[in-house]
Protein backbone atom coordinates (compact mmCIF):
# COMPACT_ATOMS: atom_id res chain seq x y z
CA UNK A 1 0.00 0.00 0.00
CA UNK A 2 1.21 3.55 -0.64
CA UNK A 3 2.30 5.96 1.98
CA UNK A 4 0.25 9.34 2.44
CA UNK A 5 1.96 12.16 1.64
CA UNK A 6 3.47 13.74 4.46
CA UNK A 7 1.64 16.97 3.36
CA UNK A 8 -2.18 15.28 3.98
CA UNK A 9 -1.13 15.30 7.54
CA UNK A 10 0.09 18.95 8.16
CA UNK A 11 -3.56 19.81 6.20
CA UNK A 12 -5.26 18.55 9.73
CA UNK A 13 -4.30 20.51 12.84
CA UNK A 14 -6.82 18.69 15.04
CA UNK A 15 -4.20 15.80 15.31
CA UNK A 16 -1.90 17.78 17.16
CA UNK A 17 -4.73 18.64 19.65
CA UNK A 18 -5.89 14.56 20.25
CA UNK A 19 -2.22 13.74 20.94
CA UNK A 20 -2.25 16.60 23.91
CA UNK A 21 -5.41 16.09 24.80
CA UNK A 22 -4.13 13.79 27.34
CA UNK A 23 -2.34 15.93 28.87
CA UNK A 24 -4.62 18.66 30.05
CA UNK A 25 -5.90 19.47 33.25
CA UNK A 26 -9.24 19.43 32.35
CA UNK A 27 -8.46 15.30 31.22
CA UNK A 28 -7.30 14.41 34.76
CA UNK A 29 -9.97 16.34 36.09
CA UNK A 30 -12.43 14.20 34.93
CA UNK A 31 -11.13 11.65 37.78
CA UNK A 32 -13.31 13.72 40.29
CA UNK A 33 -16.41 14.07 38.17
CA UNK A 34 -16.76 10.87 36.33
CA UNK A 35 -19.95 9.10 36.60
CA UNK A 36 -20.67 11.31 39.49
CA UNK A 37 -23.83 13.15 40.33
CA UNK A 38 -23.54 16.69 40.54
CA UNK A 39 -24.46 18.85 43.96
CA UNK A 40 -26.82 20.73 41.93
CA UNK A 41 -28.86 18.11 41.10
CA UNK A 42 -28.57 15.78 44.49
CA UNK A 43 -30.83 15.71 46.81
CA UNK A 44 -29.44 12.96 49.16
CA UNK A 45 -26.36 11.21 49.38
CA UNK A 46 -28.06 8.44 47.62
CA UNK A 47 -27.52 10.42 44.67
CA UNK A 48 -23.29 10.16 43.81
CA UNK A 49 -21.61 7.35 42.84
CA UNK A 50 -18.00 8.42 43.87
CA UNK A 51 -14.84 6.53 42.50
CA UNK A 52 -13.50 3.51 44.11
CA UNK A 53 -10.00 2.37 44.60
CA UNK A 54 -9.98 0.96 41.15
CA UNK A 55 -11.57 3.73 39.61
CA UNK A 56 -15.02 2.67 39.08
CA UNK A 57 -17.74 4.50 40.49
CA UNK A 58 -19.84 3.30 43.40
CA UNK A 59 -23.85 3.84 43.16
CA UNK A 60 -24.22 5.38 47.20
CA UNK A 61 -27.83 4.00 46.85
CA UNK A 62 -26.41 0.97 47.47
CA UNK A 63 -26.15 1.81 50.99
CA UNK A 64 -30.01 3.04 51.03
CA UNK A 65 -31.46 2.92 54.53
CA UNK A 66 -28.01 2.43 56.51
CA UNK A 67 -26.41 4.90 58.57
CA UNK A 68 -22.43 5.66 57.83
CA UNK A 69 -19.63 7.29 58.47
CA UNK A 70 -17.57 9.89 56.50
CA UNK A 71 -14.26 10.27 56.81
CA UNK A 72 -11.63 12.08 54.48
CA UNK A 73 -8.52 10.71 55.63
CA UNK A 74 -4.66 10.81 54.96
CA UNK A 75 -1.73 8.43 55.98
CA UNK A 76 0.92 10.57 56.71
CA UNK A 77 -0.98 13.22 59.54
CA UNK A 78 -0.57 13.68 62.70
CA UNK A 79 -4.63 12.24 62.87
CA UNK A 80 -3.71 9.26 61.19
CA UNK A 81 -4.07 7.10 64.45
CA UNK A 82 -7.48 7.85 64.04
CA UNK A 83 -8.07 4.88 61.77
CA UNK A 84 -7.26 2.31 65.09
CA UNK A 85 -10.25 4.69 66.57
CA UNK A 86 -12.23 4.13 63.16
CA UNK A 87 -11.85 0.45 62.80
CA UNK A 88 -12.36 -0.20 66.68
CA UNK A 89 -15.72 2.17 66.55
CA UNK A 90 -16.53 0.00 62.98
CA UNK A 91 -15.99 -3.34 64.60
CA UNK A 92 -18.06 -2.23 68.03
CA UNK A 93 -20.99 -1.12 66.43
CA UNK A 94 -21.28 -3.65 63.58
CA UNK A 95 -21.30 -6.08 66.12
CA UNK A 96 -24.87 -4.69 67.07
CA UNK A 97 -25.59 -3.45 64.01
CA UNK A 98 -24.24 -5.85 61.30
CA UNK A 99 -25.90 -4.85 58.12
CA UNK A 100 -26.93 -1.30 59.02
CA UNK A 101 -23.61 0.65 59.62
CA UNK A 102 -20.79 1.68 57.18
CA UNK A 103 -17.66 3.54 57.34
CA UNK A 104 -16.44 4.86 54.09
CA UNK A 105 -12.75 6.42 54.02
CA UNK A 106 -12.22 9.19 50.80
CA UNK A 107 -8.05 9.93 50.99
CA UNK A 108 -6.98 13.00 50.23
CA UNK A 109 -3.93 15.19 49.79
CA UNK A 110 -4.97 18.33 49.80
CA UNK A 111 -3.88 19.16 53.73
CA UNK A 112 -0.01 19.44 53.80
CA UNK A 113 0.38 16.86 50.94
CA UNK A 114 0.10 14.15 53.73
CA UNK A 115 -1.21 11.62 50.99
CA UNK A 116 0.83 11.73 48.47
CA UNK A 117 0.53 7.47 47.87
CA UNK A 118 -1.06 5.76 44.75
CA UNK A 119 -4.32 4.40 45.93
CA UNK A 120 -2.84 0.97 45.96
CA UNK A 121 -0.45 2.12 48.11
CA UNK A 122 -2.68 3.89 50.49
CA UNK A 123 -5.29 1.05 50.70
CA UNK A 124 -1.95 -1.13 51.74
CA UNK A 125 -0.71 1.16 54.35
CA UNK A 126 -4.25 1.01 56.19
CA UNK A 127 -4.34 -2.92 55.83
CA UNK A 128 -1.24 -3.38 57.17
CA UNK A 129 -0.27 -0.83 59.43
CA UNK A 130 -4.48 -0.49 61.46
CA UNK A 131 -5.98 -3.51 59.88
CA UNK A 132 -8.89 -1.20 58.46
CA UNK A 133 -11.87 -3.63 57.08
CA UNK A 134 -13.63 -0.69 55.95
CA UNK A 135 -13.77 0.46 52.59
CA UNK A 136 -11.47 2.95 51.48
CA UNK A 137 -12.33 4.89 48.34
CA UNK A 138 -10.59 6.38 45.88
CA UNK A 139 -7.99 9.47 46.26
CA UNK A 140 -9.76 12.42 45.82
CA UNK A 141 -9.93 16.34 47.02
CA UNK A 142 -12.86 17.83 49.67
CA UNK A 143 -12.38 21.51 48.82
CA UNK A 144 -11.42 23.66 45.31
CA UNK A 145 -12.50 23.52 41.89
CA UNK A 146 -12.18 19.76 41.80
CA UNK A 147 -13.67 18.59 45.17
CA UNK A 148 -15.40 15.87 45.20
CA UNK A 149 -19.51 16.53 44.20
CA UNK A 150 -20.19 14.32 47.24
CA UNK A 151 -18.46 16.40 49.56
CA UNK A 152 -19.55 19.85 48.42
CA UNK A 153 -23.10 18.53 48.95
CA UNK A 154 -22.11 17.28 52.31
CA UNK A 155 -20.26 20.84 53.39
CA UNK A 156 -23.41 22.34 52.24
CA UNK A 157 -26.00 20.17 53.70
CA UNK A 158 -23.64 20.91 57.02
CA UNK A 159 -21.18 23.81 57.42
CA UNK A 160 -18.95 24.31 60.27
CA UNK A 161 -19.25 27.49 62.62
CA UNK A 162 -20.02 30.75 61.70
CA UNK A 163 -21.28 28.95 58.46
CA UNK A 164 -18.13 28.11 56.88
CA UNK A 165 -17.86 25.19 54.56
CA UNK A 166 -14.88 24.15 53.81
CA UNK A 167 -13.16 21.43 55.41
CA UNK A 168 -10.33 22.26 57.54
CA UNK A 169 -8.21 19.52 57.66
CA UNK A 170 -8.14 15.34 57.64
CA UNK A 171 -10.02 13.10 59.63
CA UNK A 172 -13.24 15.33 59.73
CA UNK A 173 -16.30 13.23 59.91
CA UNK A 174 -19.80 13.56 58.50
CA UNK A 175 -23.10 11.10 59.80
CA UNK A 176 -25.23 9.74 57.53
CA UNK A 177 -29.02 9.06 59.02
CA UNK A 178 -30.77 6.02 57.03
CA UNK A 179 -32.82 8.61 55.27
CA UNK A 180 -29.92 9.89 53.55
CA UNK A 181 -29.44 13.64 54.93
CA UNK A 182 -26.59 14.65 56.90
CA UNK A 183 -27.00 14.41 60.84
CA UNK A 184 -24.11 15.44 62.25
CA UNK A 185 -20.37 17.23 61.19
CA UNK A 186 -17.28 16.72 64.00
CA UNK A 187 -13.93 17.96 63.28
CA UNK A 188 -10.42 16.28 63.06
CA UNK A 189 -9.97 16.46 67.03
CA UNK A 190 -13.06 14.47 67.52
CA UNK A 191 -12.17 11.09 68.41
CA UNK A 192 -14.16 8.31 66.88
CA UNK A 193 -15.13 6.39 69.62
CA UNK A 194 -17.08 9.58 71.14
CA UNK A 195 -19.47 8.93 68.46
CA UNK A 196 -20.40 5.20 68.91
CA UNK A 197 -23.30 6.97 71.24
CA UNK A 198 -24.64 9.27 68.32
CA UNK A 199 -24.05 6.70 65.82
CA UNK A 200 -26.16 3.67 67.84
CA UNK A 201 -28.59 6.81 68.04
CA UNK A 202 -29.32 7.06 64.66
CA UNK A 203 -29.18 3.31 64.45
CA UNK A 204 -32.46 3.01 66.70
CA UNK A 205 -34.11 5.70 65.63
CA UNK A 206 -33.33 8.23 68.66
CA UNK A 207 -33.10 12.03 68.43
CA UNK A 208 -29.84 12.72 69.20
CA UNK A 209 -27.62 15.82 69.28
CA UNK A 210 -24.81 14.44 66.68
CA UNK A 211 -24.05 18.10 65.84
CA UNK A 212 -20.05 19.13 66.26
CA UNK A 213 -19.60 21.92 64.85
CA UNK A 214 -18.32 24.14 67.96
CA UNK A 215 -14.55 22.51 66.92
CA UNK A 216 -14.93 23.09 63.62
Not at 30 to 49: E, P, Q
Not at 110 to 122: L, T, V
Not at 185 to 204: D, F, H, M, Y
Request: with cysteine; hydrophobic share 35%; aromatic share 12%.
Amino acid sequence: MQALPRTIFRTFPSTRIISTAFKSPSFHNTRYNIATRTMASATSFYDFKPLDKKGQPVPLETYKGKVLLIVNTASKCGFTPQYEGLEKLYKAVKEKYEDDFEILGFPCNQFGGQEPGSDEEIQSFCQLNYGVSFPIMGKTDVNGDKANPLFEWLKEEKPGILGLKRVKWNFEKWLIGKDGTVKGRWASTTKPESLQKPIEAELGGVAAATSGEADL
